[in-house]
């Protein structure tokens, strides 16, 4: 890990305009900057830098951040790839904590195999091109195919010479030792101690991380051969584990993100004739059923998959399962099927980008519905088979976790299959339920609950849950499981942004009765306290998540508590951090010409005590709606004595209510 010393010193020196400015044609607007926003298509600009905040934010799409996650999404590194990137273009060497010795040898290994990787991904690149039989065999090849040389050298393409051993005698030549060389799978060891290059005599497809490491490769043999396999790949080891990658991953990540959505092929050429027709956001699963790793992988970077198939129905039936793990992941997912006689590779050739584009919108279809009408081909009017095919759509449909596309699947399948559309929604219930139960302990009950806090009441809805209890179908007619949202949420906001923006300024003054010194509360102490005094926690898991964090770090932080935030690793905490501090609008100058405007600044020792008030009236208001539905029960049961103890409970919290109204009916004034 990189020591925080070292960290702190990154992100001062990142100047977050230097920083988007490498990516963005910025210009300035009052004090801050504007630009086309890098993450989404648009024509008017509504992407903002603020280099006072040392934050950007696009006010269209909401993604921004500090100059590291700026980074982080724009490149698709994670928070210390990051953070190593600034730290290069700020010529700051980086400093890490002391490994252990377990820890140092698996880095050395790792990073050994890594260079190892690199080597060889340069020399089989440097064979293609200069030596005369890479030119002769496998340059002809991939000109052969129409690939053209930037194509070649944009997926570093290469080629592994005929003789045995030629990569692990350069290797050796060149000081890597033989462990590597083997670890990696570059090469294999004889049963007579003899080291030979595993993908000798194939062209070679490198196989890149993320952030553009060597990975592993793919090789294809080119003379015809019934006893070796037409395609080779690196085995698994440490740096490559094959379900966690996807082919052309690198080359395409930031066109996912542009045009969110993402073409899923079948292999390398694939990739490489779209790419070439100007089609990018493209990766390949390299012949292998998707995983959820992959899956994962493509969700960090858009909502939407496109599964290009080349209309072999034996091959697409064999991939219906694993495409059923993209609709778990709650992706959208579409299916094209290209024209008879062609893959994406050929088809690709024939196209320009924006007649491939057009052909995908004028024939794509959601996969629920091509599967329905896949298997119903093939199921003919035989009834049993017809049975299975409704038991395994309803099977995909329940795996969805969107409500709404749920129900609009359940309609559509039951007009294109002729069931009711009851007993489909009762088959995916008793699938949803039994989901549920099976997450949960067997210890526990089959109902999913969180527990509720002492101070904040039940509502009608959910019993403060982070989740719906699971009893009912919901008026949709399915089963939930999801947090609904708080009438608190937007009040323990606000107070979250008060702690962020303002939570090292100072307050009220006071006087000490012990000491009869002057005394200073500051806007997070002053804020911590009083929830604490009454005994309130947020419900929010966020914004507990947050005020718990502040809490700890208040004392060491102090003044740079909004830097702490707007820098923290963790993207959901620090987005909200930029939400808390990014302001949309700013007032024109000719509004202050010619009268002073109050900022919100000085006005915090009015609006911060309201907003404790607003939060305590709202959860008065929730306790005495539960009181009253208490009653109401109580009553109904005949039950005198627990009647006349709601009674007095809720005469109290109407005492409560209205000493709360009179404080926000009246302007607060500072504490004695």
């Given at each position: 890990m990189i020591d925080q010393a070292t960290v702190d010193k990154i992100i001062d020196s990142a100047n977050i305009l230097e920083v988007v400015s490498d990516f963005v044609t910025l210009r300035k607007r009052g004090v801050n900057y504007i630009g086309l926003c890098p993450f989404h298509d648009e024509k008017t600009p509504s992407f903002s830098v603020s280099p006072s905040k040392g934050i950007c934010k696009c006010f269209s799409c909401g993604k921004g951040g500090s100059s590291v996650h700026f980074i982080m999404e724009h490149e698709q590194l994670t928070y210390y790839e990051a953070l190593k990137y600034l730290a290069k273009k700020y010529n700051i060497e980086i400093e890490e904590r002391e490994l252990s010795d377990e820890e140092k040898q698996i880095k050395s290994d790792r990073e050994s195999m890594l260079i190892v990787n690199s080597f060889a991904q340069e020399y089989f690149t440097n064979t293609l091109f200069q030596h005369a039989e890479g030119r002769s065999v496998g340059l002809a090849y991939f000109h052969e195919r129409g690939f053209r040389d930037d194509i070649i050298h944009k997926f570093a393409l290469g080629y592994s010479l005929e003789q045995r051993d030629a990569l692990a005698v350069e290797a050796r030549k060149r000081g890597y030792k033989e462990e590597y060389l083997l670890k990696t799978g570059l090469c294999l060891e004889g049963q007579n101690g003899f080291i030979s290059d595993r993908f000798r005599g194939r062209v070679i497809f490198p196989v890149f991380s993320l952030s553009g490491k060597t990975l592993a490769f793919g090789g294809r043999i080119l003379k015809k051969s019934d006893k070796l396999a037409?395609?080779?790949?690196?085995?698994?080891?440490?740096?490559?584990?094959?379900?966690?990658?996807?082919?052309?991953?690198?080359?395409?990540?930031?066109?996912?993100?542009?045009?969110?959505?993402?073409?899923?092929?079948?292999?390398?050429?694939?990739?490489?004739?779209?790419?070439?027709?100007?089609?990018?956001?493209?990766v390949a699963s390299s012949g292998t059923s998707l995983t959820p790793g992959q899956i994962r992988l493509i969700h960090r970077f858009t909502n939407n998959i496109t599964v290009i198939y080349d209309g072999d129905?034996?091959?697409?039936?064999?991939?219906?399962?694993?495409?059923?793990?993209?609709?778990?992941?709650?992706?959208?997912?579409?299916?094209?099927?290209?024209?008879?006689?062609?893959?994406?590779?050929?088809?690709?050739?024939?196209?320009?980008?924006?007649?491939?584009?057009?052909?995908?919108?004028?024939?794509?279809?959601?996969?629920?519905?091509?599967?329905?009408?896949?298997?119903?081909?093939?199921?003919?009017?035989?009834?049993?088979?017809?049975?299975?095919?409704?038991?395994?759509?309803?099977?995909?449909?329940?795996?969805?976790?969107?409500?709404?596309?749920?129900?609009?699947?359940?309609?559509?399948?039951?007009?294109?299959?002729?069931?009711?559309?009851?007993?489909?929604?009762?088959?995916?219930?008793?699938?949803?339920?039994?989901?549920?139960?099976?997450?949960?302990?067997?210890?526990?009950?089959?109902?999913?609950?969180?527990?509720?806090?002492?101070?904040?009441?039940?509502?009608?809805?959910?019993?403060?849950?982070?989740?719906?209890?699971?009893?009912?179908?919901?008026?949709?007619?399915?089963?939930?499981?999801?947090?609904?949202?708080?009438?608190?949420?937007?009040?323990?906001?606000?107070?979250?942004?008060?702690?962020?923006?303002?939570?090292?300024?100072?307050?009220?003054?006071?006087?000490?009765?012990?000491?009869?010194?002057?005394?200073?509360?500051?806007?997070?102490?002053?804020?911590?306290?009083?929830l604490q005094n009454d005994e309130i926690e947020f419900q929010h898991p966020l914004y507990k998540r947050v005020i718990t964090e502040i809490n700890s770090v208040f004392e060491q932080e102090g003044e740079h508590l909004t830097r702490y935030f707007l820098a923290h690793p963790d993207a959901e905490i620090s987005s909200l951090a930029v939400d808390m501090v990014s302001e949309k609008y700013q007032l024109s100058k000719i509004h202050t010409k010619f009268q002073t405007i109050e900022s919100e600044e000085t006005r915090l020792p009015d609006l911060i005590p309201r907003a404790l008030f607003e939060l305590k009236d709202a959860i008065t208001s929730q306790n005495i709606k539960r009181i009253r539905k208490e009653i109401k029960q109580a009553a109904g049961g005949k039950d005198s004595n627990r009647t006349a103890q709601l009674m007095s409970e809720l005469s109290g919290l109407y005492e409560l209510k209205a000493a709360l109204a009179k404080q926000l009916g009246e302007r607060i004034v500072s504490p004695k």
């Open positions: 037409k395609y080779v790949n690196s085995p698994e080891s440490e740096v490559y584990h094959k379900s966690n990658e996807l082919y052309g991953i690198y080359q395409a990540k930031q066109a996912i993100v542009k045009n969110d959505n993402c073409f899923l092929v079948e292999g390398y050429t694939d990739v490489l004739s779209m790419h070439q027709a100007g089609v990018e956001n493209v129905a034996a091959g697409i039936k064999a991939s219906l399962r694993g495409i059923d793990l993209i609709l778990k992941e709650g992706m959208n997912i579409k299916v094209v099927l290209l024209p008879d006689g062609d893959d994406p590779d050929s088809f690709a050739k024939k196209q320009s980008a924006s007649s491939f584009t057009e052909y995908i919108k004028t024939h794509e279809v959601d996969f629920i519905r091509f599967k329905t009408n896949l298997l119903l081909d093939s199921a003919g009017n035989d009834p049993i088979k017809r049975a299975e095919l409704i038991s395994d759509i309803v099977q995909s449909i329940a795996i969805i976790p969107d409500t709404i596309i749920r129900s609009v699947y359940t309609k559509e399948c039951s007009r294109l299959m002729e069931i009711s559309e009851e007993v489909l929604l009762r088959e995916i219930n008793k699938i949803k339920l039994n989901q549920l139960q099976n997450s949960t302990s067997p210890n526990k009950k089959s109902e999913v609950e969180i527990p509720v806090s002492l101070q904040t009441p039940a509502t009608d809805e959910t019993s403060q849950n982070d989740t719906a209890k699971v009893t009912e179908p919901d008026s949709s007619g399915y089963i939930q499981a999801k947090r609904v949202p708080s009438p608190l949420d937007p009040f323990e906001r606000t107070l979250i942004r008060y702690m962020i923006r303002y939570g090292f300024q100072d307050l009220f003054s006071y006087t000490n009765e012990e000491t009869g010194e002057t005394e200073i509360w500051k806007v997070t102490p002053y804020i911590i306290s009083d």
